[in-house]
């Protein structure tokens, strides 16, 4: 079965400095997607960027990218410029495709405090 | 607006009864989800479904049961059966038109076992 692993329980970042965070999967498809999922204390879930596995050029959406080492399974998230308002619970995904494995598998997150 | 809305957001459940958590959309998806959320626990899949009246088994089905009979609507119930309920639920949903398209999120509902 895919697995989803987030081996930083949490991490911390200054204001305005950038900080990565880890994600390795497991999974022996070729045609897959990847998830960045960000939980504030609100606990809505809000999309902060996704991946698709056929592509190599990795994804940017404004102050945050990612890694994508399709090979070495390892899809991990880089927020630059980091804000107080970046301070959330953060989950990496995979996502299946096909009938009825059309389902998302979240890793265990990690938790990004964001100090002034 | 569009989006998807889950109801109740807090519920309180005496230890042997059933509860149902609702969940509609209308966003005109066809997939819909039910997560299980414990602290220190990423996400965990319950059922999900992709089409009307047909659904699938997630990770932690036992103590769940669901339905779909119509497509904005999956409501989830927790029965007596789930030995450790408390938890944060959450609903979700996507359209099957384009693959690896986004899955939007409903904002959750606490239950609480009293």
């Known amino acids: 079965a895919q697995t989803v692993t987030q081996s930083q329980p949490e991490m911390s970042v200054q204001e305005a400095e950038t900080v990565t965070l880890s994600c390795t999967y497991d999974t022996s498809e070729s045609d897959y997607y990847l998830f960045w999922y960000k939980q504030p204390p609100s606990r809505q879930m809000i999309l902060v960027i996704r991946q698709e596995a056929y592509k190599q050029q990795n994804a940017t959406e404004n102050r945050f990218s990612v890694n994508f080492q399709k090979a070495a399974k390892s899809f991990s998230l880089k927020i630059s410029d980091s804000q107080l308002g970046d301070a959330a619970m953060y989950f990496c995904?995979?996502?299946?495709?096909?009938?009825?494995?059309?389902?998302?598998?979240f890793g265990t997150g990690t938790r990004l405090q964001v100090f002034p | 607006d569009g989006g998807i809305t889950q109801s109740p957001k807090y519920l309180f459940r005496k230890e042997g009864q059933n509860v149902t958590l609702s969940c509609e959309q209308n966003l005109n998806h066809d997939a819909m989800y039910w997560y299980r959320q414990d602290p220190g626990q990423g996400l965990r899949l319950i059922y999900y479904s992709q089409i009307v009246n047909d659904f699938q088994k997630g990770d932690i089905a036992e103590g769940y049961s669901v339905s779909r009979e119509k497509k904005e609507s999956f409501p989830l119930t927790v029965t007596s059966a789930q030995k450790n309920p408390t938890a944060f639920y959450l609903c979700a949903s996507t359209s099957l038109d384009l693959a690896g398209n986004t899955i939007y999120f409903g904002e959750g509902s606490w239950l609480t076992v009293v």
């Open positions: 995904a995979y996502k299946e495709v096909g009938y009825n494995t059309d389902k998302l598998i």
